[in-house]
């Protein structure tokens, strides 16, 4: 099974603030990478897919990169319904496979 | 508009079973895989099965193989996650989640929670 890392597991950032996280898999998924967004007792959101395609109606300020095993997911200037966690996953092969999630919070 | 929801959630004793459903509307329900993820109170999101949009074919996540059976219902637009000999660590709020070709999953139930308590 290939294995998800996400780095940090959480940081506390501003308003306005860039915020960077990184996904890293196990061994090459090309460009299977996706990532979503939950707050608390809601179902996650996609806001990227193919490692770099928003999602339908999500804001332009998130961007993803990357391919092979290393991906990261920026928000160029967070804004206060940002706070959430973020989940990678890779779609590559069975049997998919999540990141632990980063946590992003008010400083 | 496009909606998922989910039902058959509970309590339920270790080795028991249950049959979560959920529902399809807004779209065309036959042109997609559907999936079941699974989160643990306090925990990360974890991916347990899915089936083709046909039905014929079916992937299943370690931890569950051999207890869990997902099936579809077209003509109903439906999908069923059978879960039989129930473990703690089964407890979860329990997700169904289309995914469009090319895509990934881009539209999520509310979720139904399973509790399997003694």
């Known amino acids: 099974d290939i294995q998800m890392t996400q780095s940090p597991s959480s940081l506390s950032a501003s308003i306005g603030d860039r915020v960077t996280l990184t996904c890293r898999a196990s061994?090459?998924?090309?460009?299977?990478l996706a990532w979503f967004q939950q707050k608390p007792g809601k179902a996650p959101k996609s806001l990227i897919y193919a490692a770099s395609s928003l999602q339908s109606g999500v804001p332009s300020r998130f961007s993803g990169s990357g391919s092979g095993t290393q991906f990261t997911l920026t928000i160029s200037s967070l804004q206060p319904e940002d706070f959430a966690t973020y989940y990678c996953l890779q779609y590559s092969s069975y049997p998919f496979t999540f990141g632990p999630g980063t946590k992003v919070d008010f400083k | 508009q496009e909606h998922l929801v989910e039902s058959g959630g509970g309590v339920v004793h270790p080795g028991g079973s249950l049959r979560l459903s959920c529902a399809a509307s807004g779209f065309t329900f036959s042109r997609f895989s559907m999936h079941w993820v699974r989160q643990a109170p306090g925990r990360g999101l974890e991916w347990v099965t899915v089936i083709s949009f046909g039905g014929r074919n079916t992937k299943y996540a370690d931890s569950v193989e051999g207890r869990f059976t997902i099936s579809r219902d077209n003509s109903a637009n439906m999908v069923y996650l059978e879960m039989n000999s129930l473990r703690f660590e089964d407890s979860a709020v329990y997700y169904c989640a289309r995914r469009p070709e090319g895509n990934t999953f881009d539209l999520w139930g509310h979720g139904t929670m399973v509790s399997v308590s003694s």
């Open positions: 061994q090459g998924i090309t460009n299977y």
